[in-house]
């Protein structure tokens, strides 16, 4: 639920930042040099107009949000969870502010958006890199590709193994003689491998009967006691 300000609390509110009428709002308001300052909505230019204290004791307010814009990093709920992601376009549907996500053609509604840290996102990325591959966030195997930077310089290397500590250090086979935290790798190709399984029992399916018909002569050639003799005493 948003929250919501009026009188006294309004004016405190003030003192930190920015804040609209919760209905139909059309400037913002704010504490600059000890007085109440005011900016209209869609031009983002300061007004010069008498503000009547009572504005805030009639009305109740909530705190203005920057419009979410192309390359804002947010993230929203719908009922199947919460979806995290780069905006990639805001615009208008049936008279509503929409935004959709890059890679997500759905549109969503801005209202719902909460603005989350780059660093957030690109770690919930990383792990689902991981997951997606059976692996733990920064577990590393012999054999993966990846790549990390070294005083300005970007190596790619093939992993050779990887340690338990804290920083999960990572050595590599070629490339770069020296240890990497895991958390400053990224990873280009994983390296799967299978468990040789050993069952402990085996089906095999039954070999078809051959329904071909003979050739003619054939059986008698193969139900005759004599040609059966005839054919060991060959051997």
């Known amino acids: 639920m948003t929250k919501t300000y009026k009188g006294f609390e309004a004016l405190k509110r003030m003192m930190d930042g920015w804040i609209q009428k919760e209905k139909e709002p059309y400037n913002k308001y704010t504490f600059e040099d000890g007085v109440v300052k005011a900016k209209n909505l869609v031009t983002d230019r300061y007004i010069d107009v008498n503000i009547n204290i009572n504005l805030?004791?009639?009305?109740?307010?909530?705190?203005y949000v920057e419009p979410l814009v192309a390359g804002d990093t947010v993230k929203t709920t719908i009922m199947a969870g919460t979806?995290?992601?780069e905006v990639e376009a805001v615009f208008e549907?049936?008279?509503t502010t929409c935004f959709r996500f890059k890679g997500n053609h759905t549109p969503y509604n801005v209202d719902n958006?909460?603005?989350i840290e780059k660093s957030e996102l690109d770690l919930l990325k990383r792990e689902a890199t991981f997951k997606e591959a059976g692996r733990q966030l920064d577990e590393f195997q012999c054999g993966d590709i990846v790549q990390f930077t070294i005083r300005g310089c970007v190596y790619e290397a093939r992993v050779m193994q990887q340690g338990?500590?804290?920083?999960?250090m990572v050595t590599f086979s070629n490339v770069y003689a020296g240890g990497v935290p895991a958390k400053d790798i990224t990873p280009v190709k994983f390296v799967t491998y299978v468990e040789a399984t050993h069952p402990d029992y085996v089906k095999v399916d039954?070999?078809?009967?051959?329904?071909?018909?003979?050739?003619?002569?054939?059986?008698?050639?193969?139900?005759?006691?004599?040609?059966?003799?005839?054919?060991?005493e060959q051997l």
């Open 83 to 85: 979806l995290y992601g």
């Open 93 to 95: 549907e049936y008279g």
């Open 164 to 168: 338990k500590g804290d920083r999960k």
């Open 206 to 232: 039954p070999v078809a009967p051959c329904t071909a018909p003979m050739m003619p002569g054939m059986a008698a050639q193969f139900n005759s006691p004599l040609s059966y003799v005839q054919r060991e």
């Open 113 to 115: 958006a909460v603005r």
């Open 56 to 63: 805030f004791f009639n009305n109740t307010f909530v705190d």
